[in-house]
């Protein structure tokens, strides 16, 4: 069985541009969520997908946006990005149909971020 | 409010045990979880316990839970060069559950 997919692995950015990410669940995991890892601070909850609607948002700015198709695929995409965006972008995914937890949730590799 | 506290660095020798601590704030924790992560790569499920139980034991891993402490730890048994790595807690809160809260991971050196 697959695991979460995310592309690209790598990539740089320039300050202004904007970027997506993009992120494929494991096979039948319809829960998607986000997080973003730096070495300050840390891994930090962006926002959760499930049959398409955004479920649960962490504290980011309007800038940082995802969404998710109706194959449980999700991209997020971060617009005018400034240097403090770079980062490790995880994706991962669980079963968890009802929002309650179901112990297993599965990360991807990450999509690293340079913004020059 | 949300926090999960862990010691950054430990060092063992290959073949003891590593126990790596943790402590969250939030008793309406639901899971709490201990990820794994190596240089360069995502994060690796290791293992999770749900917020009723005490103990739950996994081939070299074992979690143990005090609830009242709010405290949480992992063992690993026999620890070998290859568990070198970034040890992370986290929690889940009911009803939020793809969202975790995590600790600032704690750095296991094993040396031979």
């Known amino acids: 069985k697959a695991g979460v997919t995310q592309t690209p692995r790598y990539l740089i950015k320039t300050r202004g541009q904007q970027v997506t990410l993009s992120c494929s669940p494991i096979?039948?995991?319809?829960?998607v969520s986000w997080y973003q890892q730096t070495p300050g601070q840390g891994l930090q909850f962006l926002f959760e997908?499930?049959?398409?609607?955004?479920?649960n948002k962490g504290n980011f700015p309007g800038r940082f946006s995802g969404r998710q198709f109706s194959n449980s695929r999700s991209e997020m995409n971060v617009s005018t990005l400034e240097l403090g965006d770079s980062a490790l972008y995880l994706c991962?995914?669980?079963?968890?149909?009802?929002?309650?937890?179901?112990?297993?949730?599965?990360f991807g590799e990450g999509s690293r971020l340079t913004v020059l | 409010g949300e926090d999960v506290e862990q010691s950054l660095f430990l060092s063992v020798r290959e073949g003891d045990s590593s126990v790596i601590n943790c402590t969250y704030t939030?008793?309406?924790?639901?899971?709490l979880y201990w990820y794994k992560q190596e240089p360069g790569a995502g994060l690796q499920l290791l293992t999770y316990?749900?917020?009723?139980?005490d103990m739950k034991q996994d081939q070299r891993l074992t979690v143990l839970l005090n609830k009242k402490d709010k405290h949480l730890s992992l063992r690993i048994a026999d620890t070998q060069t290859g568990d070198s790595a970034i040890y992370f807690c986290a929690e889940s809160k009911y009803n939020q559950g793809g969202k975790l809260i995590f600790g600032q991971g704690t750095e296991l050196s094993v040396k031979p």
């Open positions: 096979s039948g995991h319809r829960s």
């Open positions: 316990i749900f917020s009723n139980m």
């Open positions: 939030d008793s309406s924790s639901t899971y």
């Open positions: 997908y499930f049959s398409e609607t955004q479920r």
């Open positions: 991962a995914s669980s079963l968890d149909p009802s929002g309650r937890g179901t112990g297993e949730l599965f």
